[in-house]
């Protein structure tokens, strides 16, 4: 019967029990991290989705900046904290930073595959190929101000939560099932609309 607990298994012993508290904490850290990433181009706006790894340093993929050039460095906005209600009302615009303005604001880099573009493969197919393991479609960028030490939100107060960042050293405990759920966050201000 019901009092000798066969109505309680768990399916999937391997995976546990998460926290609630504990993830929707991490969550927390995790979306005060991403920023959106937007500049001009010669076709109009470019936008894409990094996320600090450090108080001053920015991971995006290589795609997303791969069009930063002199002359548009200037104008590489970078919008944190932006904010949605459920009906999609915008509760917070976010707050703006910037690359440093000198040569060193692209630290480090990895160009995607140059077959990237070549259609949608699954998986298995993707295993397959021999890529060449140098073309991992990442950027490593400084950014001025140092906004993961700095308070969210537009207002500076000392009271407020700093914002933090997701230090590398916390990210690289890849599954062994590579059926386990991934999350991929992005910045929910799309396309400059909201």
Request: proline share 6%; aromatic share 8%; glycine share 10%.
């Amino acid at each position: 019967g019901p009092d000798d607990g066969s109505l309680e298994r768990m399916l999937e012993p391997k995976r546990g029990f998460t926290d609630v508290g504990e993830m929707l904490l991490r969550l927390g850290q995790i979306v005060n991290s991403v920023c959106q990433i937007s500049y001009p181009v010669q076709k109009g706006i470019e936008y894409g989705t990094g996320f600090l790894i450090g108080n001053s340093t920015l991971l995006t993929n290589w795609h997303v900046v791969e069009h930063v050039t002199d002359e548009n460095l200037k104008d590489v906005r970078l919008r944190f904290d932006y904010r949605t209600g459920p009906d999609g009302s915008t509760l917070s615009q976010g707050v703006e930073y910037r690359l440093v303005d000198r040569d060193d604001w692209l630290l480090d880099k990895s160009p995607y595959d140059p077959d990237t573009d070549k259609g949608i493969r699954s998986l298995e197919e993707e295993r397959k190929l021999n890529r060449n393991p140098e073309n991992l479609d990442y950027a490593v960028l400084r950014v001025a101000g140092e906004p993961g030490s700095r308070p969210i939100g537009s207002r500076e107060s000392s009271s407020l939560v700093l914002r933090g960042c997701l230090p590398l050293s916390e990210a690289v405990d890849i599954p062994e099932d590579l059926n386990s759920a991934a999350w991929c966050f992005e910045h929910p201000y799309e396309n400059g609309m909201s």
